[in-house]
């Protein structure tokens, strides 16, 4: 279903799904602001306040993935082996961030 707003045409599906995120960013945006404990940078810094690219790149996979996903239910073309892609691109990116953290707690010497 399609929406006319003069010259521009807006399906009504991509409408609601950029008004959802824009919701949920509204939503964690506040969090951010009001508690405390709730940090968003905890989505990309390891536990000792450093960056880590492990969580970069989980959470990067995530979004593209999420964004193809969503692509492909828009355009009817979502099939069992894209769902199955999907799943297998999150899942192995948390593999790979249990390997590089355990790999980069074996490479950190132990402080005294």
Known sequence: MNINLGSIQVDLM???LVVGCLLALGVLFY???KNDKFD?????LSDND???????????SL??????????????KMTETYYTMYMGIYAA?????KFL?????QQTPPQS
């Open 63 to 76: 979004l593209v993935s999420s964004w193809a996903f969503v692509y492909l239910v828009l355009h009817d």
């Open 50 to 60: 450093r960056p880590s690219i492990s969580k970069l790149g989980q959470l990067f």
């Open 31 to 33: 969090a951010q602001s």
């Open 14 to 16: 991509v409408l609601m």
């Open 40 to 44: 968003l940078r905890y989505l990309i």
């Open 101 to 105: 953290d355990k790999k980069n707690d």
């Open 93 to 97: 990116t948390n593999v790979a961030s």
